[in-house]
């Protein structure tokens, strides 16, 4: 019967190797029942053919070969989990092709079976603060991962404060990460821990919001000019019509604007405030006023740094790191009067790294580095960071530094002379992939004088991304473990902001929202011994 199959469609359509190895996947699904189909991680990537026909193949999917006139293929989603159920014509989805299919016999099971969870449903987590369920809020972040998750939680505390239930959104790759491979789209379950934030206010899921609206915006919060470009690209990708193209599948009609283009009209759709200009700042005391709009399906558009938030790029105060006592002022009863910090505080406390990154994190230092205290640094001074720097700031001190490994050698044997007088403190250095050869050679000096000094110990005393890289690829392969890796890049940068957040003392780059993330979490009475690793590089 397989056979069968594949002949039927070769008659059909024009085969290249891959749509030839997609069809045979697509074939044994359609035909086997005693075949299982393991949730994998999207890829998003444009793929225009000729013939009009696509190939859509992806965890939690029914498989369908669609041919129209235009090119668009549907997909109909089985599970809650899913992204989108309608592709337009210049959208295809696919998953990696690892670890798909598989016998299902428990032995197989418990050989292969991840030991991480990442995906949950969360639609039984009852909130402890319920907001209206007939009124929502999509947010549609931007930038890099770091900006992508302030923005977030600034669409947390909108949706509070005007009482929407918030629909959990797309996150993006890093823009420049090579290992993304045509993705475009970040499941949240891989940025932050989605079953406490579904256990502090009502959410949704993207695909809930389509059908609760109908696929239709009514009202757009604004917080800075409409770049047409990225507009279109949330239209595509959330599957909500924004600019007028009410198109059902298989119908042409496209709307095309250049990268840059801003100023673009958006029929039908309200927009608050009506105008608005770059880094816009809104105060957060009249959001109801500066957002008065009862309408049913809302985009929060753009959000980061938008709001007059009080701790937004701070430390939390240490009185509010405690997040049993943050909880406690945070209940459906009390946040609609609790002071912005409280409830700052309590967002952040929900939205923190998943909780699969934590375990890993944890047991890298407890299985590798066997330490309780260590220095961490976060090393971001290389050629890219500096020349942007000193694009905005020529005159800023860093563009009269040369780095080499003896700054940053010296700024960490500083701060751990500074803690420990009588023994040197592991320590775990995070930096760019670019700057391998460079940490590498930090390496050597810090080991070379630890063996020349009575202070020095026999166990190792660096570790640096290629160790993490080792240990996560050997406990949790990417055949075995597919899901924790959006790109390897995206796991591995969250995996060492979680080692940095849990370390002893942290060296920090200024200007980096990497570091900053990590010091958001570490208040400064907790955490005495964190300094800049530039101001230490360069000291005497």
Known sequence: MIMRCMVNVRRCIPWTILTAVLSTIACILLYSKKLQWTESSLLLFQHQRSSGVKYVVN????????????????????????????????????????????????????????????????????PRVSLDPNKFLLPWLLWGPNNQLVGFRESVFLAIKLNRTLVIPHFAPQYNDHGRQG????????????????????????????????????????????????????????????????????????????????????????????????????????????????????????????????????????????????????????????????????IEHVTTRPVYVEKIAENFIRDIMKVHDFVSVHWRFDKEMVDTMCS????????????????????????????????????????????????????????????NNTMGTAHKLVWDLSDLKQYTNENYSPELCPDIRPTPNDFLSLAEMEICSRSTSFLFSRFSSWSAMVLHSRPKKSFPYDRSAFDLSVSP
């Open 59 to 126: 965890a939690g999917f029914t498989v369908k070969t669609t041919a129209t006139q235009h090119g668009v293929g549907t997909v109909t989603t089985e599970t809650s989990s899913s992204v989108i159920d309608t592709l337009r014509s210049d959208v295809v989805l696919v998953t990696k092709v690892t670890n798909i299919l598989e016998p299902k016999t428990h032995e197989t099971q418990q050989k292969r079976d991840c030991p991480l969870k990442i995906y949950q449903d969360v639609t039984n987590i009852k």
């Open 183 to 346: 993705l475009r789209v970040v499941s949240a379950f891989n940025r932050i821990n989605v079953p406490a934030l579904a256990g502090f206010i009502s959410t949704i899921s993207i695909q809930e919001f389509q059908e609760k609206c109908n696929r239709k915006l009514d009202v757009i919060f604004q917080n800075r000019p409409r770049w047409c470009f990225a507009l279109r690209e949330a239209e595509e990708l959330t599957g909500v019509d924004i600019f007028g193209v009410k198109s059902p599948p298989g119908a042409s009609g496209r709307v095309t604007f250049d990268r840059n283009q801003t100023g673009c009209d958006i029929p039908d759709i309200a927009t608050y405030p009506s105008t608005v200009v770059h880094n816009t700042v809104h105060d957060s005391k009249k959001l109801d006023k500066i957002f008065n709009s009862s309408a049913k399906c809302a985009m929060f558009l753009y959000p980061f740094k938008s709001l007059s938030l009080p701790t937004m790029g701070e430390p939390l105060p240490i009185e509010l790191h405690n997040a049993t006592k943050v909880e406690q002022m945070t209940s459906s009863e009390n946040i609609h009067s609790a002071k912005d910090d409280v409830i700052l505080a309590a």
């Open 392 to 451: 905005l700031n020529s005159k800023d001190v860093i563009c009269n530094v040369t780095f080499t490994p003896n700054h940053l050698a010296h700024a960490i044997l500083a701060i751990q002379s500074h803690i420990f007088s009588t023994q040197r403190l592991p320590v775990y250095i995070a930096a760019p992939p670019t700057l391998s050869q460079f940490i590498q050679q930090v390496r050597e000096i810090l080991e070379n004088r630890t063996a």
